[in-house]
T-cell receptor, first 111, second 114 residues
């Protein structure tokens, strides 16, 4: 299992771009990188998934360098409503029983 | 409909009570999950159902008993719980077991054991 390491918390201001980095040094060849967002007292919500290079959707971008030992979730122009915990997960569909959330990063967006 | 619903939203029960948590999805998903989440901690996987059959039990104490009556419903039966079992219980579903990485979560049931 690829262990993930994220910063415990980050602060930002409205309108800024936020980049949250996740380290996964022992990522396996078949592993994908997935990010979830969780607001207080709600279930997590799938944000984005990628394997290599860059993935972008309407919510975020995911940057993965060539060695895949880390990944960066980029949130453009954050607002107060982006205050949440962001989890990075690494694994493949074969080992679905190993769907473990890491400790997550608490993002605080200030006005 | 991309919603997973959970009832009740809140539950307070004594250590001798028997209660059940309910989860429902109508997305045609064939994998369903139960998680437990303590305050300021990440969700912890408890059970996985694949095609209505229990496929994963993450060494959960027998006082938690899952049940999957059909492909849309998932229950968690609770009996003789301890105060340390107080937590947010989350249900999730995915299209099938191989789509585990894109799960849809419900809002959770906030359980307090007194």
């Amino acid at each position: 299992l690829a262990k993930t390491t994220q910063p415990i918390s980050m602060d930002s201001y409205e309108g800024q771009e936020v980049n949250i980095t996740c380290s996964h040094n022992n990522i396996a060849t078949n592993d994908y990188i997935t990010w979830y967002q969780q607001f207080p007292s709600q279930g997590p919500r799938f944000i984005i998934q990628g394997y290599k290079t860059k993935v972008t959707n309407e919510v975020a971008s995911l940057f993965i360098p060539a060695d895949r030992k880390s990944s960066t979730l980029s949130l453009p122009r954050v607002s107060l409503s982006d205050t949440a915990v962001y989890y990075c997960l690494v694994g493949d569909e074969v080992n679905f029983n190993k769907f473990y959330f890491g400790s997550g990063t608490k993002l605080n967006v200030k006005p | 409909d991309t919603e997973v619903t959970q009832t009740p939203k809140h539950l307070v029960m004594g250590m001798t009570n028997k209660k059940s948590l309910k989860c429902e999805q109508h997305m045609g998903h064939r994998a369903m999950y139960w998680y437990k989440q303590k305050a300021k901690k990440p969700p912890e996987l408890m059970f996985v159902y694949s095609y209505e059959k229990l496929s994963i039990n993450e060494s959960v104490p027998s006082r938690f008993s899952p049940e999957c009556p059909n492909s849309s419903l998932l229950n968690l039966h609770l009996h003789a719980l301890q105060p340390e079992d107080s937590a947010l219980y989350l249900c999730a579903s995915s299209q099938d077991p191989s789509a585990v990485w894109e799960q849809y979560f419900g809002p959770g049931t906030r359980l307090t054991v007194t």
